[in-house]
């Protein structure tokens, strides 16, 4: 028995033992079925991508719109991890396919990670090319297309120290495991990831480009027009505090927080909470609703009455998918989550793109990219985000924003400006697709 028999029989029985839990995951047991790949799984596709979740499928959205025209049809075939970035890539379907005649898309959950399903997926779909964005490193995947000779393609790639170690036991298989099932090319976001993706594959298949994410910023502040937003129809017409993408290792941190400015702006002030994941929403009702605060559910929101709230505006708890870009354009305190502990942050690129500088933790290290073309530290950013330590900072700076916001014309001038030495990621990586299928 080789080597990679080895590795298809260990990861295989790894993958078995953890179904019965996976099918029960709040986020993978929507149609689970469909992830062990049925016979009806996928159509033929001359390209396959693959993207984690909400935020890597807006990335395929753009990757998607900067592609050339083609002569002939493109099949594409996208897939996602959650029922949320199924939703993106839904949306992202209906708008390419209505505007382009050349693209036909189906969007599918990807199958889980073991090398038989990946295998009966590959030979249902029979792509030319399978593109992977960002940190989707999936060894039974590539193990499955090295085994059919389907080269791979990494686009705004990016990988975590802590998870180069976690990938390093694979290499118990034999030193050389990833090596083998190297994706044809890696386009990394930073010369940081490009080493750690050398350091995974080899030199020689590794590159550097601009993260698509600076270009879909750039889309954001050509639609910033706050007038179209419908969102002011069903929120009050008072000033809005909001802490977005948090975390639920956050919740301990921020609910203090939430109680300390209800306190005092509760009566003047609509404060919103959006948490990262949906499955979050019950708990956060729950904790407010333990210190004495009231909520209310966006998805249950009608047309705001202002008789309907004379003593108190309740907080409302954002349980919907997909208006995260609305809501920074209508706050004026802006909180971004993931950064008050260690998990990397989240996007704050997206405020500032509707001219809002956010509040964040000191916590970014999955946006390390952000600040290497300038060579400086978190804390020189300043006139871009507002670091804050703790959560009474945090609480400081929000106020400090509520009382005196900074003009938004400004914001959005000056970040456009920062932004446009940094834009062409997305027409690169697709310049990338297109080269690799001419091959």
């Not at 003047?268 to 979050?280: K, N």
């Not at 060579?375 to 009382?403: G, Y």
């Amino acid at each position: 028995m080789n080597s990679f028999d080895v590795f298809s029989k260990g990861y295989t029985f790894l993958w078995r033992l953890a179904r019965p839990f996976l099918q029960q995951h709040k986020r993978l047991h929507e149609n689970f079925s469909q992830r062990l790949v049925p016979t009806n799984w996928a159509e033929p596709a001359t390209i396959w991508i693959q993207s984690s979740s909400g935020g890597e499928a807006y990335l395929v959205r753009s990757l998607l719109e900067h592609l050339p025209i083609q002569d002939s049809t493109l099949h594409i075939l996208l897939t996602t991890w959650t029922p949320q970035g199924r939703i993106i890539l839904e949306e992202t379907k209906s708008i390419l396919e209505s505007s382009r005649s050349d693209l036909s898309i189906q969007v599918q959950y990807v199958p889980l990670d073991e090398p038989a399903l990946m295998e009966k997926a590959l030979i249902q779909v029979s792509p030319q090319l399978v593109v992977l964005i960002e940190a989707e490193i999936w060894p039974g995947l590539l193990f499955a297309c090295n085994k059919r000779n389907i080269p791979v393609l990494v686009l705004n790639g990016r990988v975590r120290e802590k998870s180069l170690r976690g990938y390093d036991w694979f290499s118990w298989f034999f030193p050389e495991f990833w090596r083998a099932i190297a994706p044809k090319y890696v386009a990394a976001i930073s010369s940081a990831d490009a080493a750690r993706f050398t350091a995974l594959f080899g030199e020689y298949c590794v590159g550097v480009v601009p993260n698509i994410k600076f270009d879909r910023a750039i889309c954001t502040l050509s639609q910033s027009d706050s007038s179209k937003n419908v969102l002011t129809e069903i929120l009050p017409d008072k000033p809005i505090i909001l802490l977005a993408s948090v975390r639920e290792e956050e919740e301990a941190l921020l609910v203090p927080v939430i109680k300390k400015l209800y306190s005092r702006h509760g009566k003047d002030t609509c404060i919103i909470v959006a948490p990262r994941h949906e499955s979050r929403v019950k708990e956060w009702i729950k904790k407010l609703n333990f210190v004495g605060i009231t909520t209310q559910l966006r998805s249950v929101l009608t047309p705001y009455k202002e008789e309907l709230y004379q003593t108190s505006i309740p907080v409302i708890i954002w349980d919907t998918f997909g208006e995260l870009d609305k809501l920074y354009n209508l706050a004026q305190a802006v909180f971004v989550g993931g950064s008050l502990v260690p998990l990397g942050g989240q996007n704050f690129l997206e405020p500032l793109s509707v001219g809002k500088i956010p509040c964040v933790g000191k916590y970014l290290d999955n946006f390390s990219w952000v600040f290497e073309p300038l060579n400086v530290e978190h804390e020189d950013f300043s006139f871009f985000i507002r670091i804050c330590h703790t959560p009474f900072e945090l609480i400081e700076q929000l106020e400090r924003q509520l009382q005196h916001p900074e003009p938004k014309e400004e914001i959005i001038s000056r970040f456009n400006t920062w932004l446009e030495s940094r834009k062409g990621g997305a027409d690169k990586c697709a310049s990338l697709i297109i080269s690799m299928l001419e091959q």
